[in-house]
Antibody
Framework: EVQVLESGGGLVQPGGSLRLSCAAS????????MSWVRQAPGRGLEWVSG????????YYADSVKGRFTVSRDNSKNTVYLQMNSLRAEDTAIYYC????????????WGQGTLVTVSS | EIVLTQSPGTLSLSPGERATLSCRAS??????LAWYQQKPGQVPRLLIY???NRATGIPARFSGSGSGTDFTLTISSLEPEDFAVYYC???????????FGQGTKVEI
Protein backbone atom coordinates (compact mmCIF):
# COMPACT_ATOMS: atom_id res chain seq x y z
CA GLU A 1 0.00 0.00 0.00
CA VAL A 2 1.34 3.41 -0.99
CA GLN A 3 1.73 5.79 1.93
CA VAL A 4 2.93 9.37 1.98
CA LEU A 5 3.35 11.14 5.30
CA GLU A 6 4.34 14.76 5.81
CA SER A 7 5.76 16.23 8.98
CA GLY A 8 7.48 19.36 10.20
CA GLY A 9 4.71 21.92 10.02
CA GLY A 10 4.00 24.41 12.77
CA LEU A 11 3.86 28.05 13.77
CA VAL A 12 6.73 30.26 12.66
CA GLN A 13 7.29 34.00 12.70
CA PRO A 14 7.55 36.02 9.49
CA GLY A 15 11.09 35.81 8.18
CA GLY A 16 11.64 32.47 9.87
CA SER A 17 12.47 29.04 8.49
CA LEU A 18 10.92 25.61 8.57
CA ARG A 19 11.82 22.24 7.08
CA LEU A 20 9.12 19.86 5.97
CA SER A 21 9.68 16.15 5.47
CA CYS A 22 7.72 13.65 3.43
CA ALA A 23 8.28 9.95 4.11
CA ALA A 24 7.00 7.55 1.46
CA SER A 25 6.52 3.80 1.35
CA UNK A 26 4.82 1.11 -0.68
CA UNK A 27 6.44 1.94 -4.03
CA UNK A 28 9.88 2.21 -5.62
CA UNK A 29 10.55 5.71 -4.33
CA UNK A 30 13.67 6.31 -6.38
CA UNK A 31 11.75 5.80 -9.62
CA UNK A 32 9.27 8.64 -9.17
CA UNK A 33 9.31 12.39 -9.14
CA MET A 34 7.65 14.07 -6.17
CA SER A 35 6.03 17.44 -5.63
CA TRP A 36 4.83 19.77 -2.92
CA VAL A 37 1.41 21.39 -3.28
CA ARG A 38 -0.10 23.85 -0.83
CA GLN A 39 -3.57 25.05 0.01
CA ALA A 40 -4.15 28.26 1.92
CA PRO A 41 -7.18 28.28 4.24
CA GLY A 42 -10.36 28.33 2.17
CA ARG A 43 -8.42 28.58 -1.08
CA GLY A 44 -7.51 26.38 -4.02
CA LEU A 45 -4.51 24.21 -4.76
CA GLU A 46 -1.14 25.75 -5.63
CA TRP A 47 1.81 23.74 -6.85
CA VAL A 48 4.94 24.80 -4.95
CA SER A 49 7.89 22.65 -5.98
CA GLY A 50 8.90 19.43 -7.66
CA UNK A 51 11.93 17.18 -7.80
CA UNK A 52 12.91 14.51 -10.30
CA UNK A 53 13.33 10.88 -9.35
CA UNK A 54 17.10 11.10 -8.84
CA UNK A 55 17.02 14.62 -7.41
CA UNK A 56 18.97 16.04 -10.33
CA UNK A 57 16.23 18.44 -11.40
CA UNK A 58 14.23 20.72 -9.16
CA TYR A 59 11.39 23.09 -10.02
CA TYR A 60 9.70 25.93 -8.19
CA ALA A 61 6.69 28.17 -8.47
CA ASP A 62 7.60 31.82 -8.94
CA SER A 63 6.01 32.60 -5.57
CA VAL A 64 8.64 30.59 -3.69
CA LYS A 65 11.66 30.69 -5.99
CA GLY A 66 14.77 31.75 -4.12
CA ARG A 67 13.18 31.08 -0.73
CA PHE A 68 12.30 27.37 -0.81
CA THR A 69 14.57 24.43 -1.60
CA VAL A 70 13.41 20.92 -2.39
CA SER A 71 15.64 17.87 -1.94
CA ARG A 72 15.35 14.14 -1.51
CA ASP A 73 17.19 11.22 0.05
CA ASN A 74 16.33 8.08 -1.87
CA SER A 75 18.09 5.91 0.72
CA LYS A 76 15.53 7.14 3.25
CA ASN A 77 12.53 7.34 0.89
CA THR A 78 12.10 10.93 1.96
CA VAL A 79 11.68 14.27 0.25
CA TYR A 80 12.24 17.59 2.01
CA LEU A 81 11.14 21.19 1.59
CA GLN A 82 13.35 23.80 3.23
CA MET A 83 11.37 27.01 3.59
CA ASN A 84 13.22 30.24 4.37
CA SER A 85 12.16 33.88 4.62
CA LEU A 86 8.62 32.79 5.32
CA ARG A 87 5.77 35.23 4.78
CA ALA A 88 2.20 35.37 6.03
CA GLU A 89 1.02 34.36 2.57
CA ASP A 90 2.92 31.06 2.89
CA THR A 91 0.39 29.98 5.52
CA ALA A 92 -1.21 26.82 4.15
CA ILE A 93 -1.54 23.08 4.38
CA TYR A 94 1.44 21.61 2.54
CA TYR A 95 0.84 18.34 0.73
CA CYS A 96 3.45 15.97 -0.60
CA UNK A 97 2.38 14.21 -3.79
CA UNK A 98 3.75 11.37 -5.90
CA UNK A 99 3.95 11.70 -9.67
CA UNK A 100 2.08 9.11 -11.65
CA UNK A 101 4.03 6.79 -13.97
CA UNK A 102 4.95 9.40 -16.61
CA UNK A 103 4.56 12.50 -14.49
CA UNK A 104 1.22 13.39 -16.00
CA UNK A 105 -0.58 13.73 -12.67
CA UNK A 106 -0.28 13.16 -8.93
CA UNK A 107 -1.71 9.80 -7.99
CA UNK A 108 -0.97 9.70 -4.26
CA TRP A 109 -1.09 12.52 -1.75
CA GLY A 110 -0.18 12.75 1.90
CA GLN A 111 -2.56 14.08 4.52
CA GLY A 112 -0.71 17.38 4.65
CA THR A 113 1.03 19.41 7.31
CA LEU A 114 -0.09 22.87 8.38
CA VAL A 115 2.34 25.76 8.24
CA THR A 116 1.26 28.97 9.94
CA VAL A 117 3.35 32.10 9.52
CA SER A 118 2.35 34.67 12.09
CA SER A 119 3.83 36.90 14.77
CA GLU B 1 2.67 30.71 -18.42
CA ILE B 2 -0.48 28.71 -19.03
CA VAL B 3 -3.58 29.72 -17.09
CA LEU B 4 -6.42 27.27 -16.47
CA THR B 5 -9.89 28.78 -16.06
CA GLN B 6 -12.66 26.62 -14.67
CA SER B 7 -16.36 27.26 -15.03
CA PRO B 8 -18.77 27.60 -13.49
CA GLY B 9 -17.48 28.57 -10.07
CA THR B 10 -20.34 26.75 -8.40
CA LEU B 11 -22.71 24.17 -9.82
CA SER B 12 -25.92 23.50 -7.90
CA LEU B 13 -27.46 20.15 -8.78
CA SER B 14 -29.44 17.29 -7.28
CA PRO B 15 -28.43 13.65 -6.86
CA GLY B 16 -29.04 11.75 -10.07
CA GLU B 17 -28.45 14.77 -12.30
CA ARG B 18 -25.63 15.12 -14.80
CA ALA B 19 -22.76 17.47 -13.98
CA THR B 20 -20.67 19.13 -16.67
CA LEU B 21 -17.56 21.00 -15.56
CA SER B 22 -15.35 23.02 -17.88
CA CYS B 23 -11.64 23.81 -17.85
CA ARG B 24 -10.18 26.16 -20.45
CA ALA B 25 -6.44 26.63 -21.01
CA SER B 26 -4.95 29.94 -22.14
CA UNK B 27 -3.00 28.06 -24.82
CA UNK B 28 -2.98 24.52 -26.12
CA UNK B 29 -1.96 21.86 -23.61
CA UNK B 30 -2.55 18.94 -26.00
CA UNK B 31 -4.16 16.28 -23.80
CA UNK B 32 -1.96 16.93 -20.76
CA LEU B 33 -4.78 17.64 -18.35
CA ALA B 34 -5.83 16.00 -15.11
CA TRP B 35 -8.87 16.33 -12.85
CA TYR B 36 -9.01 16.00 -9.07
CA GLN B 37 -11.82 15.81 -6.53
CA GLN B 38 -11.48 17.29 -3.06
CA LYS B 39 -14.07 16.89 -0.33
CA PRO B 40 -14.06 19.18 2.73
CA GLY B 41 -11.24 18.28 5.10
CA GLN B 42 -9.89 15.64 2.74
CA VAL B 43 -6.94 15.21 0.46
CA PRO B 44 -7.32 15.73 -3.30
CA ARG B 45 -8.00 12.54 -5.23
CA LEU B 46 -6.93 11.96 -8.82
CA LEU B 47 -9.91 11.23 -11.07
CA ILE B 48 -8.72 11.65 -14.65
CA TYR B 49 -5.30 11.96 -16.30
CA UNK B 50 -4.32 12.68 -19.91
CA UNK B 51 -7.74 14.33 -20.36
CA UNK B 52 -9.76 11.14 -20.58
CA ASN B 53 -8.15 8.28 -18.67
CA ARG B 54 -9.79 7.31 -15.41
CA ALA B 55 -7.41 6.72 -12.51
CA THR B 56 -7.40 3.45 -10.63
CA GLY B 57 -10.62 2.81 -8.73
CA ILE B 58 -12.55 5.76 -10.16
CA PRO B 59 -16.18 4.91 -11.00
CA ALA B 60 -17.29 4.89 -14.62
CA ARG B 61 -19.74 7.75 -14.01
CA PHE B 62 -16.72 10.07 -14.14
CA SER B 63 -15.47 10.84 -17.63
CA GLY B 64 -13.14 13.38 -19.13
CA SER B 65 -12.93 14.75 -22.65
CA GLY B 66 -11.28 17.45 -24.70
CA SER B 67 -7.93 18.43 -26.11
CA GLY B 68 -6.06 21.58 -26.96
CA THR B 69 -7.66 24.34 -24.88
CA ASP B 70 -11.12 23.07 -23.92
CA PHE B 71 -11.76 20.23 -21.53
CA THR B 72 -14.79 18.77 -19.78
CA LEU B 73 -15.30 16.61 -16.72
CA THR B 74 -18.69 14.88 -16.77
CA ILE B 75 -20.34 13.09 -13.89
CA SER B 76 -23.14 11.16 -15.55
CA SER B 77 -25.39 10.75 -12.53
CA LEU B 78 -24.44 12.48 -9.28
CA GLU B 79 -24.14 10.38 -6.17
CA PRO B 80 -24.33 12.03 -2.72
CA GLU B 81 -20.59 11.50 -2.25
CA ASP B 82 -19.78 13.42 -5.45
CA PHE B 83 -20.59 16.81 -3.98
CA ALA B 84 -17.14 18.34 -3.67
CA VAL B 85 -14.70 20.75 -5.29
CA TYR B 86 -13.10 19.71 -8.58
CA TYR B 87 -9.79 21.01 -9.91
CA CYS B 88 -8.16 20.69 -13.30
CA UNK B 89 -4.37 20.60 -13.58
CA UNK B 90 -1.75 20.82 -16.30
CA UNK B 91 1.90 19.94 -16.34
CA UNK B 92 4.05 22.36 -18.34
CA UNK B 93 7.40 21.42 -19.85
CA UNK B 94 8.45 25.06 -20.10
CA UNK B 95 8.62 26.69 -17.77
CA UNK B 96 8.63 23.38 -15.93
CA UNK B 97 5.92 23.07 -13.34
CA UNK B 98 2.26 22.47 -12.67
CA UNK B 99 -0.78 24.71 -12.82
CA PHE B 100 -4.15 24.21 -11.19
CA GLY B 101 -7.46 25.76 -12.11
CA GLN B 102 -9.28 27.70 -9.41
CA GLY B 103 -11.82 24.93 -8.84
CA THR B 104 -15.52 24.27 -9.37
CA LYS B 105 -17.70 23.50 -6.39
CA VAL B 106 -20.49 21.02 -7.02
CA GLU B 107 -23.14 21.55 -4.36
CA ILE B 108 -26.52 20.09 -3.59
Amino acid sequence: EVQVLESGGGLVQPGGSLRLSCAASGFSFGNYAMSWVRQAPGRGLEWVSGISSNGGNTYYADSVKGRFTVSRDNSKNTVYLQMNSLRAEDTAIYYCAKDRAYGEAFDYWGQGTLVTVSS
Amino acid sequence: EIVLTQSPGTLSLSPGERATLSCRASQSVSNYLAWYQQKPGQVPRLLIYDASNRATGIPARFSGSGSGTDFTLTISSLEPEDFAVYYCQHRSNWPPGWTFGQGTKVEI
